[in-house]
């Protein structure tokens, strides 16, 4: 963070992804979210747009696109933010087919961290990636882990 050099960049975390529902047009996500505030002062999170992607061997397909909206976060405090999004394009046949055939994908989000604090503002951009096995998805669709 070079434009900041009394104020610490916040962290992005990647906590869960889980799948709420699935059909042959959409995939509805719930992405999981934490963000931690290492700096003495509260920070507001003005928003936080992100892609959600899936890794395949030859590219990362986007599958959908989420953002926060504004969180405010205490100083030296985190937040867990859960952003619903919904998939309805080509490349969640790929991912689909991908999950199946591999028995689960690497879910990677993307995106950048837009941060006010008191005088200052500034950009934090992010990339996190976990795994989404069978496993978690049957457990999520059979209602487990809330």
């Known amino acids: 963070m070079k434009d900041m050099p009394l104020l610490g960049d916040p962290v992005v975390t990647l906590e869960e992804v889980r799948l709420r529902r699935i059909s042959?047009?959409?995939l509805d996500l719930e992405v999981v979210i934490r963000l931690d505030n290492p700096n003495p002062?509260?920070?507001t999170l003005k928003e936080l747009p992100f892609f959600v992607?899936?890794?395949s061997a030859t590219n990362n397909p986007e599958l959908a696109r989420g953002n926060?909206?504004?969180v405010t976060i205490a100083a030296r405090g985190s937040t867990?933010?859960?952003i619903p999004v919904q998939s309805r394009n080509v490349a969640l046949v790929?991912?689909?087919a991908t999950f199946v055939t591999r028995g689960g994908v690497t879910v990677i989000i993307r995106g950048t961290a837009v941060i006010d604090a008191f005088l200052f503002s500034w950009s934090v951009p992010f990339e996190t990636a976990m795994p989404v096995?069978?496993?978690q998805v049957a457990g999520n669709l059979a209602g487990e882990g809330k």
Do not use: P, Y
């Open 133 to 135: 096995t069978m496993e």
């Open 24 to 26: 042959l047009s959409s």
């Open 53 to 55: 992607l899936c890794s």
């Open 80 to 82: 867990v933010i859960r």
């Open 41 to 43: 002062l509260g920070i």
């Open 94 to 96: 790929g991912a689909l």
């Open 68 to 70: 926060t909206g504004q």
